[in-house]
């Protein structure tokens, strides 16, 4: 186990690391290993990169983000001018499908509705707006509507947690009620929590992933 200034250390250095944040703008603490982001950065990409860049230092069990969004004056940009941003980027990604996504722009803040039928879809639709210039942040309300729930869904997610996570497979719960999946047990770092959950979120017709795994060294 690492103690709390080795962990605040080891994010601070992995903070440093990433090209895409400017790390000085971004306080780091650490508790038990749950560690918590605070300060400002000039981007929403910023911000999220952040989040990421913490998560893969081993020994992070939870992470808390406070960090706000401060755009500097040549990134303003009007709600107008960033929805019509935000469409394009919509129609302009091959893997959100065409007229099921739509936009609402507040103050910079970027809320997405709409209906697809794959997690991917919803994930793309999000990548495609958070790194527009002048936007602050990303609420993905997009919602599932698949087609097919197929019967062995619980099977084709162990066959995949096999593939994907091979050291993690027999430590997972699932329970698979309908289109929901269930995932208990513990992983021994993010990148395989993460690995986990998307797998989960991978099999055909699944809309809701309930994931209380715990990372555990």
Known sequence: MRSDAELRSDVQAEL?????IKSTGIGVAASDGVVTLTGHVASHAEKYAAERAAQRVNGVKALAVEITVKLPDSDQRTDTD????????LAWSALVPADKVKAMVENGWVTLTGEVEWDYQR?????AVRNLMGVTGVSNLIVFTPKVVPSDVEKRL?????????????QIDITVTGSQIKLRGTVHSWAEFNAVQHAAWSAPGVTSVMNDLVVQD
């Not at 440093?16 to 895409?20: H, I, N, Q, R, T």
């Not at 960033?82 to 980027?89: F, H, Q, S, Y």
């Not at 162990?158 to 027999?170: F, I, S, T, W, Y």
């Open 16 to 20: 440093d690391w990433e090209p895409a």
């Open 82 to 89: 960033i929805a019509l941003a935000v469409e394009r980027g």
């Open 123 to 127: 994930k793309a639709a999000e990548k």
């Open 158 to 170: 162990r066959d995949a947690l096999e593939r994907q996570a091979d050291r993690e497979a027999e």
